[in-house]
């Protein structure tokens, strides 16, 4: 049952930081997982309500939306086991994307439970939590409209979802919306360092350095990627770090294309050449090409729309099968050749 | 009208100078202080007295020509002096100028009237005033003394507070607002350079040197002859203005010779003078109600103000000068003029209502309206009487030009708003506008309080009633009842007399009721909006026992009483469910609710009301805890909430709501969001409609207030305006909001509110037409837009399927911005230009799409599409797509025909495969006309004679009925279906003898073949395979295959093996389904798999594995 599950993972959130070495095996994501909405970083301002609520009780319906890891379904069960504590067995039902939710559990299950008499402490009630929220059929979300609102006084609900617009508007509109920002470098930095001391990990700060940057405010994958980047290599550093996450490196996408800009060939040569012999496949790069130069900032809207136009035909001619590299020294040719006098391609007799 | 004796009041007021500047600035104020009842008195009392003087010369001809000149140059030379400086210099020249031209021009030009009659009736007084003042002046400077301590205590006319402002508080600034008023009239030209700005305030001390005197002098002489500094300015002036006609009176009055002349030239200059024409109207409306303070009018007076640009209707002179004018104002921005948003005090906008009309230069108008609305201001979207300044851009609406014009509304630009911020005092000062705003604000306050002490009460009530004994609870609830209905009638007036003196000790428990629930309304009068609604619905439930007696024969008042059920739609959060039920217990029905959590199949919905329906409520004859039975409470009315909520598990719950609805002897109230989603229309003629709109933003506020007030949470309206724009009129959502900043705030500011609305601003999967709208005529792609490229991209996946195709259908409809700046034949060359690239890049985006549907199934490559199908073409063609309906992608329809068209075709080729070796497009294009003419074109001709032979033709190459409806409906040109006229009875014949005959088949039959029934039905795997083959080749494939090796023989065993072929064909159609289906899916996330699909590939397997198995 999602109840049990959800219990089973708090007691292991509990235990392993304290234990250590005897749960080594467990992924530090989980192990590192915060127990109280004072160890969740970022979104200050957000989490600091959720401390009054978790103190006055009272919860408000809430929607919690933002993008993965940056600590949505953490902060709603830890707010649930601050509000709840020992009573969170009985009184919380998750529900994930991997339960079924469609409109007939939300027609009993969810209502049975909003049904169901838990003694709570005044200023408590139920919590239901539907994680994933945005993967409910809209059908289902209906349902739980009135529920919502009858129940209101012994049970409160709390969504997490990527996408608040898959929240159908009448949800929306009885809801807190929390929208969570990504999380500062300095944010991860921060717990990173924290979790490489727990772990006795080596690293230097470059190594530090590429897993922020790879995780792009997505904590879960920093973490992650600094779990394997232990296991794989023993130290973390710039170069190992790269290795375990396998993704051409962004920034030097992005050089690659304002040399390209700047028409400049040789260089944007030089840099497809350093990606591609690090062995990245043509695929990455020019899918990461394409996710750079929709977000660069120092190209026009124009120029992007031109790059991108390129880049989108070369895509589709290296999923027909053409993965060479001569392909993608193509495609940098022609950026390139976007910028430049049209006359210096007529051959003169 | 009035304009006339304006523009001569103009002119005298320029003689005076002065005055006109104050009547500029006294209008605003007027305006704003309108609403302040103080003002008024004054106004009249000091209409009283001034008038007397001045009404009888209204006429601005007068003043100018006798008195005025003489008089003026006293008065205005003291008020200058007195008060302000600045403007004395343009003043005169403008004065001047407009005596002359006032009398001729001003009747005509409609800005010239505000500026120069007299003010209509109602704002006349302003311009009788301040006729009266020059005259006053003129006459008596005592008397005008005693008269300006009267305005300025009783802040009565403006005029009154203009001379009171100029003599003796001489702070403010005679605006040159009158001056150039005047002018305007004058040339009749939209446009006067009105000096916009008065210098500043502050040059108090504005002595009246020789200028007004000879500023008077002058105009009596000549219209421009004034000093010598003066008159030079004047003729730059009247160069900037308009040359012909139009110079921009700049009618600052300050009176000082050379500095401030100098000074006030250039700024006057500079700044045109617009508010001048409009102004005066507002001015003479502000006098009569009160004169403002004086230092607000400086202000109001200094504001530079935008000669509007004529309405097209005007002659055609008008508008000539009018652009020119406009052109010179753009050209030279005033010195004021920078992006730079100014700070200013806190609400110092307060009372005051804009308008922003056309483009801004340097804002974006949402900016312009946030801006205006943090100070306080109110923001309006069209014109009218009341709007204290418009603020103009360039484009703006013909319409709404008119309406500034006959309104005489003042106009400023950006540079005019930033210029109010700056220095208008916090709270508007002590403005008539600000006072007014007071004075209202107090209002709420006190109203505020009023419902807040009720809420409390109630409360109370409540609590006390749990407590008391039963009887008395009872009693307390009739009571309560009572009260109710009062509160109902007369917005809750009385309940303080019934709950005082239930009034106990409240316990101090905590309330963990979401505030939702704590403060949902308990009266009629508390629900915020759609109070029309809400009496209909009252009404329709009172009178719905006496309906049930006349059997809903008799419609009543307001037609209502023919309906047994209601039906109540609008969007979420604006007490829709709340309404219904409050207003089921007022007239005390007993509810029974059933919502989207209950299941509500057709069979449940059948059975489980008919429970309800027939019964009476319990609690008509039974009472607990030994209270009274309530005879009323035997009325039953059943709610049906979230109808639009039937969903899967739900099928065929709608209809029978619907049958339900029309023969119900219980009143019915159905609430849902979207009433015009076509699974509601079962109920389109069974229910009454009752849609609720979403309140304004006055009806929610007060309620908001009340309860920010009662939990301690401190929320200037500004504040909770932003907040309730910002959800849409939510009022759900803006008390979570107001809740949610309770927990850790006490108070909340403008930025704080604004960022909250937006980060709770509701997601909405954008439906199509709103998608291409914003991305076509939303500016996204305009210069000043901040719409990120992902965001554009983000657009197409708010509705992946089908954005891009509406693009396509629409991108033929805008009014590309790129191309805005040519004209005549460049532009519409420019207009292919940016049309081909859109259509090039759409087609480039039509390759992705292959990739990405077709058998290759890249999805990786949707970002590619977006970019390429959407994002691309629109930013070329984007622009305003007024003028133009959105229409729905029409590739839909012409896809499926062309489909349909194409199975037809496959199904002849395949019954012709036996006689004609030809693929499916030769047959279309050879065989097809051919047996055209053979068989339809002979059947038109020939009559019933040429049946048999048709028959005959039809038989030889296999074909059935079917396929000659085919052959006819893929006529073309003249083959055109629409064209054949076969007799109908050569038509029945033929359908007679064709069904008496028997036909050879080639093969066993396929899809809508007529077939030799049951035995075929017999055979499921048979059929099943048909079903999966309608779509297209799989039909052909059997066929085909039927043909070769079938024959003739119609034994079921015979054609088993068939069929496995069939099935081993259709195999690999079938997995490129189930591929496209699982992409469906990925896609959208959503299960939208097509059932059809889904069903078809299942079956198609099955009936492989069937095959096989009986083989």
Avoid at chain 1, 115 to 124: E, I, Y
């Amino acid at each position: 049952m999602a109840q049990g599950e959800s219990s089973k993972t708090v007691h292991g959130i509990k235990a392993n930081p304290n234990a250590g070495g005897s749960n080594y095996e467990l992924p530090w994501v989980e192990k590192y997982r915060p127990v109280y909405l004072d160890d969740i970083v970022g979104n200050t301002e957000t989490i600091e309500r959720l401390k009054i609520i978790a103190k006055d009780g009272n919860m408000p319906h809430v929607i919690i939306s933002g993008m993965p890891g940056i600590g949505k379904t953490t902060s709603i069960l830890c707010l649930a086991r601050q509000l709840l504590g020992d009573a969170y067995k009985e009184a919380v039902l998750e529900l994930n994307a991997s339960d079924e939710r469609g409109i007939d559990v939300v027609r009993n299950r969810i209502k049975g439970f909003a049904q169901k008499k838990v003694t709570l402490p005044a200023g408590r009630q139920k919590i239901v939590i539907l994680d994933e929220a945005d993967s409910m059929t809209s059908g289902a979300q209906q349902a739980l409209r009135r529920t919502m609102e009858i129940y209101s006084s012994t049970t409160r609900f709390a969504f997490a979802c990527n996408q608040s617009n898959k929240i159908i508007e009448p949800l929306q509109s009885r809801c807190a919306i929390l929208r969570y920002a990504r999380l500062t470098d300095a944010q991860v930095v921060r717990r990173i360092n924290q979790i490489c001391t727990a772990e006795k990990v080596e690293f230097s700060d470059d190594g530090i350095a590429a897993l922020v940057f790879s995780a792009e405010g997505d904590m879960r994958q920093a973490i992650n990627n600094l779990q394997s980047t232990f296991a794989g290599f023993g130290f973390v550093n710039g170069d190992n770090v790269f290795k375990v996450v396998d993704s051409p490196h962004p920034i030097k996408v992005q050089a690659m294309i304002k040399c390209c800009h700047e028409t400049k060939i040789d260089e944007a040569m030089d840099i497809l050449k350093e990606l591609w012999d690090l062995g990245y496949s043509t695929h990455d790069i020019i899918s990461t090409m394409f996710r750079v130069t929709k977000t660069i900032p120092s190209l026009s809207e124009h120029a992007k729309l031109e790059f991108i136009k390129e880049i989108g035909f070369t895509h589709m001619r290296i999923l027909e099968g053409v993965q060479t590299f001569l392909q993608l020294s193509g495609c940098v040719a022609r950026l390139c050749k976007i910028n430049m006098k049209p006359s210096l391609f007529i051959i003169k007799k | 009208m009035p304009s006339d004796i304006r523009s001569f009041f103009g002119g005298g007021g320029q003689g005076t100078q002065k005055l006109p500047a104050r009547k500029e600035e006294a209008p605003p104020t007027k305006k704003r202080g309108r609403p302040a009842t103080r003002r008024v008195i004054h106004d009249d009392s000091e209409e009283d007295d001034a008038p007397t003087k001045p009404t009888p010369k209204k006429s601005a001809p007068k003043a100018k020509r006798e008195p005025t000149p003489e008089g003026q140059a006293t008065t205005t030379s003291d008020y200058f002096g007195s008060k302000k400086p600045k403007r004395s210099e343009p003043v005169k020249r403008k004065n001047a100028t407009t005596e002359v031209t006032t009398p001729k021009a001003s009747p005509k030009s409609s800005p010239a009237k505000s500026r120069t009659k007299p003010s209509p009736p109602a704002t006349n007084g302003r311009t009788s005033t301040r006729a009266k003042k020059p005259m006053t002046y003129n006459e008596d400077e005592d008397n005008i003394d005693a008269y300006l301590n009267d305005d300025d205590d009783g802040a009565d006319d403006i005029f009154a507070a203009d001379f009171k402002n100029r003599r003796i508080d001489t702070d403010n600034y005679v605006e040159s607002l009158d001056v150039t008023h005047v002018k305007l009239p004058h040339h009749q030209t939209p446009k006067r350079k009105g000096t916009k700005k008065a210098k500043d305030d502050h040059e108090e001390n504005y002595e009246p040197d020789g200028h007004d005197i000879n500023m008077k002098d002058t105009d009596a002489d000549s219209d421009f002859t004034v000093s010598d500094d003066h008159k030079e300015a004047v003729k730059s002036k009247s160069k900037d203005g308009g040359k012909s006609t139009k110079t921009s009176s700049r009618k600052r009055k300050s009176v000082e010779l050379s500095e401030e002349d100098e000074e006030a030239e250039p700024s006057k200059k500079t700044r045109k003078a617009a508010p001048a024409k409009k102004s005066p109207v507002k001015k003479k409306a502000k006098k009569e109600d009160v004169p403002e303070n004086p230092k607000v009018q400086e202000i109001f007076d200094s504001i530079p103000t935008i000669r509007p640009p004529t309405p097209p209707p005007a002659s055609g002179e008008a508008k000539k000068f009018n652009f020119r004018a406009q052109h010179a104002n753009s050209g030279a921005p005033p010195s004021a003029g920078s992006a730079d948003i100014p700070t200013g005090q806190p609400n110092c906008l307060a009372g005051l209502t804009f308008v922003f009309t056309g483009l801004l230069q340097t804002l974006q108008r949402e900016e312009g309206q946030a801006l205006v609305k943090r100070y306080g201001g109110k923001v309006t979207t069209a014109p009218s009487k009341k709007t204290s300044y418009v603020v103009l851009g360039s484009d703006a609406g013909p319409k709404k030009l008119q309406t500034i014009r006959t309104n005489g509304i003042k106009t400023i630009d950006e540079d005019g708003l930033f210029e109010l911020i700056r220095r208008l005092p916090a709270n508007g000062g002590d403005s008539k506008a600000a006072a007014a705003y007071e004075e209202k604000q107090k209002a709420e306050e006190e109203k505020i309080k009023k419902m807040a002490a009720e809420m409390e009460r109630e409360e109370r009530q409540e609590k006390q009633k749990a407590e008391e004994a039963k009887m008395n609870q009872l009693a307390t609830r009739m009571q309560k009842g009572d009260q109710r209905k009062d509160g109902a009638g007369r917005a809750g007036g009385g309940k303080a007399s019934s709950s005082g003196n239930l009034e106990k000790a409240v316990e101090a428990r905590p309330d963990n009721r979401l505030w939702t629930v704590k403060y949902a309304p308990t009266q009629l009068s508390q629900i915020c909006g759609n109070k029309t609604q809400v009496d209909k619905l009252q009404k329709w439930l009172k009178n719905f026992p006496r309906a049930v007696r006349t059997n809903f024969k008799l419609a009543g008042a307001d037609g209502s009483g023919t309906y047994r059920a209601v039906i109540i739609h609008g969007p979420p959060g604006i007490g829709k469910t709340t309404a219904a039920h409050l207003v089921a217990k007022l007239e005390g029905y007993d509810i029974v609710e059933s919502n989207a959590s209950d299941t509500r199949s057709k069979k449940l919905v059948e059975e489980g009301l008919r429970g309800v329906l027939s019964t009476t409520s319990l609690l008509g004859y039974f009472s607990g805890d030994g209270k009274q039975v309530e005879a009323s409470k035997k009325k039953m009315v059943l709610i049906m909430d979230e109808v639009d909520g039937m969903s899967a598990g739900d099928r065929g719950g709608v209809g029978a709501l619907a049958a339900v609805c029309k023969k119900t002897q219980v009143p019915m109230i159905l609430i849902c969001n979207d009433r015009r989603l076509p699974k509601m229309k079962p109920f389109d003629h069974c229910t009454y409609d009752l849609p609720f709109r979403r309140p304004t933003v006055d009806h929610i506020r007060s309620r908001i207030m009340t309860i920010a007030f009662r939990e301690g949470l401190k929320v200037p309206p500004n504040v909770i305006n932003a907040l309730i724009e910002g959800s849409n009129a939510d009022i759900r959502q803006v008390v979570n909001m107001v809740s949610t900043a309770k927990l850790d705030q006490e108070a909340m500011d403008f930025d704080g509110g604004k960022s909250m609305s937006k980060a709770w601003e509701k997601h909405v999967i954008l439906k199509p037409w709103d998608i291409v709208g914003k991305i076509l005529g939303g500016g996204m792609f305009a210069a000043s837009s901040k719409a990120t490229l992902n965001e554009k991209i983000e657009l197409y996946f708010n509705d992946h399927e089908l954005s891009y195709l509406m693009l396509q259908e629409n991108y033929l409809g805008t009014n590309p911005i790129v191309a805005s700046t040519y004209t005549g034949k460049e532009r519409n060359l420019k207009m292919l230009e940016l049309v081909d690239n859109a259509a090039s890049s759409i087609s480039d985006g039509d390759l992705v799409d292959r990739m990405i549907h077709g058998s290759q199934q890249q999805w990786s490559l949707m970002p590619t599409h977006a970019a390429f199908s959407f994002v691309r073409p629109a930013s070329f063609v984007s622009g305003s797509m007024a003028g133009y309906k959105t229409g729905f992608p029409s590739w839909l329809g012409k896809n499926s025909s062309a489909q349909k068209m194409q199975r037809m075709v496959k199904e002849i080729q395949g019954h012709m495969r036996l006689r004609s070796s030809a693929d499916r497009h030769e047959i279309r294009q050879s065989y097809v006309p051919v047996l055209w003419s053979q068989m339809v074109k002979k059947l038109e001709t020939d009559g019933k004679e040429a049946v048999p032979a048709v028959i005959d033709l039809m038989d030889s190459y296999f074909l059935t009925k079917d396929d000659f409806d085919a052959i006819q409906e893929l006529g073309v040109g003249y083959m055109d279906q629409e064209k054949v006229n076969i007799e109908s009875q050569a038509k029945a014949t033929f359908t007679r003898l064709y069904n008496q005959q028997s036909h050879p088949l080639p093969f066993m039959k396929a899809g809508n073949v007529l077939q030799p029934k049951a035995k075929q039905k017999e055979q499921p795997d048979l059929e099943e395979a048909i079903e999966e083959s309608d779509d297209d080749q799989v039909i052909n494939e059997v066929k085909e295959e039927d043909e070769e090796e079938v024959d003739l023989s119609k034994d079921k065993y015979v054609k088993q093996p068939k069929k496995k072929k069939a099935a081993a064909k259709p195999k690999p159609a079938a997995k490129k389904r189930t591929k496209k289906d699982d992409s469906d899916e990925e896609l959208s996330d959503e299960e939208e798999v097509k059932p059809k699909k889904g069903k078809a590939v299942a079956r198609g397997n099955n009936s492989k594995g069937r095959g096989r198995g009986r083989k």
